[in-house]
Every structure is written in structure tokens, then in C-alpha cells.
């Protein structure tokens, strides 16, 4: 009696052990090698950062010099205000009359739209921030102010070259999954 019991009693534990691990095994089946990917490659990629722009350089703990995707160097302030940790989903948009660069639909987080208000509000108009792609100046922008409440994406008009739109796109749900999930 106490064999049989134990039998059945192993039967339900491999069954249940087995059937917790079916989504992962279709996965699995469908893409091998992006299964394995996924599961082992935790290293952020194309990591969007907006950061103050620095004119004269006079406080060595937070200002750095950067280099730039177009030569030189540019001067920010070390802490970004905006991270892709505060960016759950990027989209490219197509610029209207210029077909082959490209704008972007960015959607926030809770934290990522006040950050972004508060950014909006204390650089005011006409005062440009820059973006940063892996630490590296990409270009800087106008921030748009966020003014319904409600609201949770921001558009932001490039140009955005096509390599690096689809990289920030493809990208940014993984490395907000990535940053928010440590």
C-alpha cells in the first residue's frame, strides 16, 4: 500500500514539474537559438540616456566629457535624467517629408513621466538636452512638455538615422525588462 501511494505521489510531482516547464520548451522549439539568448544574454543594449548639457565645464564630480557619434567630445552632467530603466517601449516613426530617418514615440514608465516633467520644466524652452546611446552623444533636443496628465509617451523629432532607430526600438522593452528586473 505504501509503495503504491508513493508511486502515484511520484507520478504527480513529474507530472506537474513537466507541465510547468511546457511554455518554455515551445519556446524553445519555435527559435533555439534566441531562447538561448534571451535566457543568457543579460547585457543591455543601444541604453538611451538624456542628460543636461553642459556649455562651460566647472564641476568635475558630476560634468563629463563624452565622445561624440560625430567626432569630438561634449560636456553633460553625469546624471541622467531620464534612463531606459524610466522607458518601458520605444516606436519608430516615419518623418514626414524625409522618408528615410525616422522619429520616436516614447513611452514612460510612472517614474519616467515625472522625471520627464520635472526635466521639461526646469530646462524651459529653448534649452537643448542631450541623448546619449551606450554613453555616447548621439544629439540633442527640446525636450516637449507633457501636459495632460494622463499622458504617457512623448514624441521626439529626430532625425534618428535607420540603424540606430531600429536598434533603440528593438531594444527597448529588453532593457527596461533588463534594468528594472535586477
Not at 123 to 152: A, C, H, Q, V, W
Request: one cysteine or more; aromatic letters at 8%; a negative charge.
Amino acid at each position: 500500500m505504501k509503495i503504491r501511494s508513493l508511486i502515484v505521489l511520484s507520478a504527480m510531482m513529474t507530472a506537474a514539474v513537466l507541465s510547468s516547464g511546457l511554455s518554455s520548451c515551445e519556446k524553445f522549439l519555435e527559435d533555439p537559438e534566441k531562447a538561448i539568448q534571451e535566457e543568457t544574454d543579460k547585457t543591455p543594449r543601444y541604453v538611451l540616456t538624456i542628460h543636461e548639457l553642459i556649455k562651460y565645464k566647472r564641476a568635475d564630480m558630476v560634468e563629463m566629457d563624452v565622445d561624440s557619434f560625430f567626432g569630438g567630445t561634449v560636456c553633460v552632467n553625469k546624471n541622467p535624467y531620464i534612463h531606459s530603466r524610466d522607458i518601458t517601449k520605444i516606436e519608430m516613426v516615419p518623418r514626414p517629408g524625409n522618408t528615410d530617418f525616422y522619429d520616436l514615440n516614447i513611452t514612460l514608465n510612472d517614474r519616467g513621466k515625472m522625471l520627464w516633467s520635472a526635466m521639461a520644466v526646469t530646462r524651459g524652452e529653448n534649452k537643448k538636452i542631450g541623448i546619449l546611446i551606450d554613453g555616447m552623444f548621439y544629439r540633442s533636443i527640446n525636450p516637449p512638455m507633457l501636459t495632460d496628465p494622463e499622458t504617457t509617451t512623448v514624441y521626439l523629432e529626430g532625425p534618428f538615422d535607420p540603424a540606430t532607430a531600429k536598434g533603440i526600438t528593438i531594444n527597448s522593452e529588453r532593457n527596461h525588462k533588463i534594468f528594472n528586473d535586477r
